[in-house]
């Protein structure tokens, strides 16, 4: 057992320590020769979920710089989440006040009787149409605010490229 031990230890010695010089060597090396290394840039492009967050992400930042600028109270848009029937996630929505203001008042005109009928109650389309003219006056004003406040501009700017790569990149899923 001496016998073979006497062969072995040296030999489990000599590559301890060559595996030890390697190693330091190397780690010496890697220190000494900071400046010549390799740097790879990748360069990606977002999926179009990913766009689709930063999109809203960035519509929720627009839409709390504008009211925060806006001091006309029916142009507020008003965000709050909600959870559809049947589902544990919540989303956020926005809508402008006047719409707000709209739909309760005819839910109102609506339910004046006794219980509620289903069928009188405004479709979305209905309100829609019939807020027209408000919408119109809106689009107006939000271009003025825009127009007149660089920050909602940036904002708006930034909006605005992220809708068009979305756009950009429906039409290139549908050439191919």
């Known amino acids: 057992m001496n016998k073979h031990l006497n062969k072995v230890f040296p030999n489990a010695v ?55 600028i806006n001091e006309v109270a029916k142009f507020d848009v008003i965000c709050k989440y909600h959870k559809p029937i049947g589902s544990q996630i919540a989303r956020k929505s926005c809508e402008p006040r006047y719409v707000k203001d709209f ?13 509620i009928d289903f069928n009188r109650l405004p479709s979305d389309d209905h309100i829609r149409f019939l807020t027209n003219d408000t919408r119109e006056d809106a689009f107006e004003h939000v271009a003025a605010l825009i ?7 940036d904002s708006f700017t930034k909006l605005d490229a992220i809708h068009q790569r979305i756009e950009q990149r429906k039409e290139e899923v549908y050439e191919d």
């Open 14 to 68: 000599k590559l301890t320590v060559l595996t030890l010089g390697i190693f330091l060597g190397g780690h010496l090396a890697a220190q000494t020769d900071k400046q010549n290394y390799e740097t790879i840039d990748v360069v990606g492009e977002k999926t179009s979920p990913q766009l689709k967050r930063a999109f809203d992400k960035q519509r929720f930042e627009f839409l709390e710089l504008y009211n925060s």
């Open 103 to 115: 739909r309760s008042m005819m839910m109102q005109v609506s339910s004046t009787g006794p219980g």
């Open 147 to 153: 127009a007149t406040h660089p920050e909602l501009f």
